[in-house]
């Protein structure tokens, strides 16, 4: 019988195959090693494949796309209430494969080879400024122990390597300064490095005219509008402002029963990096709100009734919905109306 549906188990070395026909009678189940994955499918009509949306799912969507499949990527909450009982490959496989003919499964649009290279310039950075702020807080608190403190921010920062870098210090020992240089010169290179990163961002973001549209948001620099340039790159797969604020993760968590509506703090799910620029972005805002409170009216009327960080949100939210309005109509964002919204 001619195979019509597959469930595929991705993992580093060792996939699971679980192959049904069009009568839904099991044809295939087997395991394959990762050089066996292509020349397995090479041998096979088109037909639908199933993979769950997590790592390297984009690279094998794009290499059986090539073959000829129809490649369905899921996300893989969604995948896991049609695990049978144990959770092993075998089930996850026939689990993918059954829940990917359902007709209400939510699927996750493929990513290019280029979507996924932009996209790693803003993991790199990230991760290299989480290392920074690790190398700041150990020479923070190794200073402290000998009795040297510095204000919080850059200016503190830039005094405590001055100190680092006197050579007639008699306030460290010698030890320690030895092991302080090290941790000094680790931070001015990656100082570096995320500089360099930021100066290709700019590039990407100047080459890119949504990007450069969504720049006009107020909250919304570089990073922002070049991170939501490169995740959303169709923008229509979205139903409206609020479905790509739900996606983000920006909404209410909802608990409803029995016909009462109870809506909680934001759920937290969707895209992490997203919600945190957009979050921080609204953060900038409002400060510049409570400085100048007739320039942004409906925001001070909001801080006057809410806490700072719930109008922080709300206004994260506004501004999601507005960059996918500003993606889907292709213009620009007015910053005296919103201002005055």
Not at 113 to 141: C, F, P, V
Not at 159 to 175: H, R, S, V, W
Not at 180 to 193: K, W
Request: hydrophobic fraction near 45%.
């Amino acid at each position: 019988m001619q195979i019509t549906t597959i469930g595929l188990d991705i993992a580093k070395n060792v996939f699971q195959v679980h192959a049904i026909d069009n009568e839904e009678k099991v044809v295939v189940r087997k395991q394959l090693r990762r050089g066996q994955v292509i020349r397995f499918f090479e041998e096979l009509p088109p037909c639908l494949v199933g993979l769950e949306a997590c790592a390297t799912a984009h690279y094998w969507a794009r290499e059986l796309t090539k073959l000829g499949h129809e490649v369905r990527l899921m996300p893989a909450r969604d995948v896991k209430a049609y695990v049978k009982r144990n959770k092993n490959d075998a089930a996850d496989a026939e689990a993918i494969c059954e829940a990917v003919r359902r007709p209400t499964m939510r699927y996750v649009q493929v990513k290019s080879a280029e979507q996924q290279a932009q996209l790693m310039q803003h993991r790199a950075r990230d991760l290299l400024m989480h290392q920074r702020t690790q190398l700041i807080n150990g020479i923070r608190s190794h200073l402290a122990e000998l009795g040297i403190i510095a204000p919080q921010g850059r200016e503190g920062v830039k005094e405590l390597l001055a100190i680092i870098a006197k050579d007639a210090n008699t306030e460290l020992p010698n030890n320690a300064r030895a092991s302080l240089i090290v941790l000094a010169a680790q931070l001015q290179a990656l100082q570096t490095t995320i500089g360099a990163i930021e100066k290709r961002i700019v590039v990407q973001h100047r080459a890119n005219k949504e990007s450069k549209r969504l720049q006009t948001i107020p909250g919304i620099g570089v990073i922002g509008a070049s991170a939501i340039a490169s995740t959303v790159t169709n923008p229509k797969i979205f139903r409206s402002g609020r479905d790509f604020a739900a996606w983000i993760g920006l909404v209410p968590r909802e608990d409803s029963t029995g016909g009462k509506r109870r809506l909680g703090p934001i759920s937290k799910q969707g895209d992490r990096y997203l919600r945190r620029i957009l979050v921080v972005g609204a953060v900038s805002v409002l400060r510049r709100a409570k400085l100048n409170p007739e320039k942004f009216p409906w925001l001070t009327r909001l801080l006057a009734r809410r806490p700072f960080k719930v109008v922080a949100v709300a206004l994260a939210n506004k501004m999601a919905r507005i960059a996918w309005a500003l993606m889907i109509s292709g213009k620009t964002c007015r910053a005296a109306r919103f201002a005055a919204a």
